[in-house]
């Protein structure tokens, strides 16, 4: 296996990256969120657009999901994010190299910037051959890694390199400054007295003094006198300094593209795992699932929201994790239960479990089985615009009839409170006429309704009940529970809250 990419198994599961942007869906199920909260601090490898390119082969899954196992190996994930660091501080050397206008000092400083480069894929070369690595993604760069090292052309990049700073590391010069005047010449082995003066002013040394040095930020520019004294120390050593020259224009493009390009494309894999570790330090679990397009059973167990569980982490709350599964010819859940109980967030967490699991990442819950989807459509609630000139009713039409239009039977559509806006009369009719189409493409579908009818329409149709505290029904548990759906929970929460219950009547006649 020839080695491309450590993110794309084959060049036609990367595409054009000036064309993917944030997908419609992302707001709906709070994935921008998601993908923002991964590469916060890692935008200068520009990842999102690997965020927005869900993979469409079985293959191409796989082969992230290995590579993602091996660098959750903690001294290869620990190698790689050192030479990550090595790799920065060459781009920043290699940044400043435009802004330095002096001869030799703009040179030097691409000898820096060169050497560093050796020592950051050297040394990741040694750390690879030791690591154990059992994907074949890795293997594939481990392999090309160890053919580039060992090539003539870097063997060489690094003897010249060391060769050439050892010996302008031992280039020796004296000045003599006399008033404004500076004398340049050669150093003729005269005696440092910096040395003497230290013996002899030891002896009166009674204890260590306090350092009051203060530290300086990193200098890299340079001024026109010492640009001036540089070019006078070249024409002492003439020929090391003509070798710098060389060098500078000989290995222009010593990058090598493929080093460059893992270099970016690895952060993808260290980004999401450092971002998955704050939960599982939290005690929530995360997996690798089953991904299939041969089937439409699938099942998660013990997952939640990403995006709501790192606003919970934050605040020290509690993470609510639930379950689901479909069985046979079953493809709809339909939820339904009292506001606020974590309906939208179910059916959110269902569309972020199949959208991250498409890009090849470990997906919160313990075990799962997912399908594998060509295009994930949402309606969700939207504010009227008026410069649309139709209201809501209308909108929710519109926007379903387009779905409808668009989806085939390898799509996922979800749905959150359609229809709200009418009489529950035509709400029913519409939102049955909605689910035949469904039913018909045999889609997969989650629909958060208040229509409580919706949820026994057809035996491919699984009700899911927000559940409330037995003991309270005005208190949410935020469990989804695999059960016909009933609206007492509901009911029993509107009536306390506007204390219209049995009791609070009761109480309310005796006064």
């Not at 939290?282 to 997996?287: D, P, T, V």
Request: hydrophobic fraction near 40%; charged fraction near 25%.
């Amino acid at each position: 296996m020839t080695f491309q990419s450590i993110l794309f198994k084959e060049k036609e599961d990367r595409l054009a990256e000036k064309s993917l942007q944030e997908l419609d869906f992302f707001i709906d199920l709070n994935l921008d969120q998601i993908v923002a909260a991964i590469t916060t601090g890692k935008e200068e490898y520009n990842l999102k657009p690997f965020f927005y390119n869900p993979l469409s082969r079985l293959s191409a899954i796989q082969y992230r999901q290995e590579i993602m196992q091996d660098l959750e190996k903690e001294d290869l994930f620990q190698n790689i994010t050192t030479f990550a660091h090595k790799m920065r501080r060459m781009r920043q050397h290699f940044s400043l190299l435009e802004k330095l206008d002096y001869l030799y000092h703009r040179e030097g400083w691409f000898l820096e910037t060169v050497a560093i480069y050796c020592e950051a894929v050297s040394s990741l070369e040694q750390d690879v051959i030791q690591a154990e690595i059992h994907s074949p993604g890795f293997l594939s760069f481990k392999n090309y890694l160890s053919d580039y090292v060992n090539s003539d052309y870097f063997t060489t990049l690094v003897n010249e390199t060391r060769k050439l700073k050892k010996e302008l590391s031992q280039v020796r010069y004296c000045l003599q400054l006399k008033g404004l005047k500076v004398q340049v010449r050669k150093y003729a082995g005269e005696s440092d007295y910096s040395t003497e003066i230290e013996k002899t002013f030891a002896k009166f040394k009674q204890q260590d003094a306090k350092d009051y040095s203060v530290e300086l930020l990193p200098r890299t520019g340079m001024s026109h006198v010492e640009a001036q004294i540089l070019r006078l120390v070249a024409k002492i050593y003439p020929e090391l300094f003509k070798s710098l020259i060389d060098y500078y224009h000989k290995y222009q493009n010593f990058l090598d593209e493929r080093i460059v390009l893992f270099d970016r494309e690895v952060q993808f894999y260290i980004s999401f795992l450092e971002f998955m570790s704050r939960f599982k330090k939290s005690g929530l679990s995360f997996c690798y699932p089953q991904i299939t397009r041969k089937t439409k059973e699938l099942y998660s167990k013990q997952s939640f929201d990403l995006a709501l569980a790192n606003k919970l982490l934050k605040e020290n709350s509690t993470v609510i994790c639930n379950d689901f599964f479909l069985k046979g010819q079953e493809r709809i859940f339909v939820v339904t239960g009292p506001n606020q109980g974590g309906k939208t967030t179910f059916a959110r967490t269902f569309g972020q479990l199949h959208y991250l699991s498409s890009l090849g990442c470990p997906i919160p819950g313990s075990s799962a089985k997912l399908f594998l989807f060509e295009r994930i459509f949402t309606h969700f609630e939207k504010k009227e615009d008026i410069k649309e000139l139709r209201g809501k009713l209308e909108d929710a039409l519109m926007r379903i009839h387009s779905i409808l239009e668009q989806a085939t039977p390898n799509s996922i559509i979800i749905m959150n409170e359609i229809y709200s806006s009418t009489t529950i009369q035509d709400a029913l009719f519409l939102a049955q006429r909605t689910m035949e189409k469904i039913i018909q493409l045999d889609i997969l579908c989650v629909c958060v309704t208040f229509i409580d009818e919706l949820a026994s329409f057809s035996e491919k149709i699984v009700s899911m009940v927000a559940a409330v505290d037995p003991q309270d029904h005005t208190l949410r548990t935020y469990k989804i529970e695999r059960r016909p759906a009933d609206g007492r929970a509901y009911a029993i929460s509107l009536a306390k809250k506007y204390q219209l219950t049995y009791d609070c009547l009761k109480e309310r006649i005796k006064l």
